[in-house]
């Protein structure tokens, strides 16, 4: 398997990322938000916008590991077979998730 194109995906998506803040950004500014007197709804909607920005950079955190352990896997040649039946990942599911660990019968099974 050639796994350059995947790889190249990777890189990428891990430099979007980080670009982003990747999952450290401060969250000062919305905390400003807070600090200020405001009505109820006020307060509500800023602590809502820091729950949000909040879970983006727990997901951020997430994706940037998965996608080291991808570009680890791409290294040692195990990239590209499910974790879990230890078939090969289709080459559909890689272009759209490159980081995936599993292929999409035992992702289904996950969600199930």
Do not use: F
């Amino acid at each position: 398997m050639d796994t350059s194109v995947y790889k190249d995906a990777l890189l990428r998506k891990r430099g979007e990322i980080l670009a982003a803040g990747g999952g450290v950004k401060p969250l000062q500014a919305s905390m400003d938000v807070n600090s200020r007197q405001g009505d109820l709804a006020d307060q509500a909607s800023g602590n809502n916008e820091v729950h949000i920005q909040l879970k983006l950079k727990q997901t951020d955190a997430k994706i940037l590991q998965a996608i080291e352990e991808a570009l680890w896997r791409i290294e040692k040649g195990t990239y590209g077979v499910c974790r879990d039946c230890g078939e090969p990942i289709a080459p559909a599911r890689l272009n759209a998730i490159p980081w995936t660990r599993v292929c999409i019968t035992c992702k289904e099974k996950q969600s199930a």
